[in-house]
C-alpha cells in the first residue's frame, strides 16, 4: 500500500524537477551566448506584439494561436489543432525538455516574427512564459 502512494509522489516531484532543469539549462545558455538581463515584462511585450507576415500582409503575433489568456488552450489558426495552455501552473508538462523548447522557438518564431529569435528575446518569452 505505501508504494501505490510514494510511486505517485515521486513521479510529480521528478516530472517538477526536469521541468525546473531544462528552463535552468535554457537560461543558462542564453546567459552563456551574452543575455545579461532577462525581462518577463518585455517577454509579455513580445508574446502580444502583432508583426506584419510578409507574405500575407495579416498581423500575427504569439496569441494568435496561443490564446490572449496563457492559462486557456489555444488553436492554431492554420491547421486548427488545439494547444494546450502555456502557462506552466495549469500545464505542468510545458517546458519540460530543452530539444522541444528549442524546437517550437525556431519553428513559431519563424511562423509568427517570420525569422528566428534571439536568445534574448527568447529569454524574455521563457521568462513570461513561466511565471504564468
Same mark, same amino acid.
Given at each position: 500500500m505505501k508504494a501505490k502512494i510514494i510511486i505517485p509522489v515521486l513521479f510529480l516531484?521528478?516530472?517538477?524537477?526536469?521541468s525546473a532543469?531544462?528552463?535552468?539549462?535554457m537560461f543558462s545558455e542564453y546567459k552563456q551566448s551574452g543575455v545579461t538581463n532577462i525581462s518577463e515584462i518585455k517577454g509579455k511585450?513580445? *508574446?502580444? %506584439?502583432?508583426?506584419?507576415?510578409?507574405?500575407? +500582409?495579416k498581423l500575427r503575433s504569439c496569441t494568435t494561436c496561443h490564446a490572449d489568456s496563457l492559462k486557456k488552450t489555444g488553436k492554431h489558426i492554420k491547421t486548427g489543432k488545439l494547444i494546450e495552455p502555456?502557462?506552466?501552473?495549469?500545464n505542468k508538462k510545458r517546458y519540460t525538455k530543452v530539444k522541444?523548447?528549442?524546437? *517550437?522557438? %525556431?519553428?513559431?518564431?519563424?511562423?509568427?516574427? +517570420?525569422?528566428?529569435?534571439?536568445a534574448q528575446e527568447q529569454a524574455d518569452i521563457l521568462a513570461y512564459l513561466i511565471k504564468q
Open positions: 516531484l521528478s516530472s517538477q524537477a526536469v532543469n531544462a528552463v535552468d539549462n511585450e513580445l *508574446w502580444e %506584439k502583432k508583426f506584419k507576415n510578409t507574405k500575407t +500582409g502555456m502557462a506552466l501552473s495549469i522541444k523548447i528549442k524546437k *517550437w522557438f %525556431k519553428r513559431n518564431c519563424k511562423w509568427t516574427i +517570420g525569422r528566428e529569435c534571439s
